[in-house]
């Protein structure tokens, strides 16, 4: 019997989504003036583990459940992680 070996970090060809998510959910928490701890409370996270999926130098994977849930907290729509970060005003090529 085979036993596929699992992890829960990403991949090497995956680790820049990863690292490219975290970044987009740190962003749209400090706009929405939240802080890790308290978004971690509200999506039954620890802070720890938050910290780990904003931080680009760890690539913690994690569930398109759990994505759905700060998605919902931070009141943008889940696409919003996988565009370009808004441009400021008036500073549009």
């Given at each position: ?26 962003f749209y928490r400090k ?63």
């Amino acid at each position: 019997m085979n036993v596929e070996y699992t992890s829960n970090y990403p991949s090497f060809e995956n680790r820049d989504y990863y690292v490219d998510l975290g970044e987009h959910i740190a962003f749209y928490r400090k706009r929405a003036n939240i802080t890790q701890a308290q978004l971690a409370s509200r999506v039954h996270i620890t802070r720890s583990y938050l910290s780990r999926i904003e931080n680009s130098n760890t690539s913690q994977s994690f569930s398109l459940e759990l994505l759905f849930n700060i998605s919902r907290e931070l009141k943008v729509p889940p696409r919003y992680f996988f565009e370009p970060f808004p441009t400021p005003a008036g500073m549009e090529d």
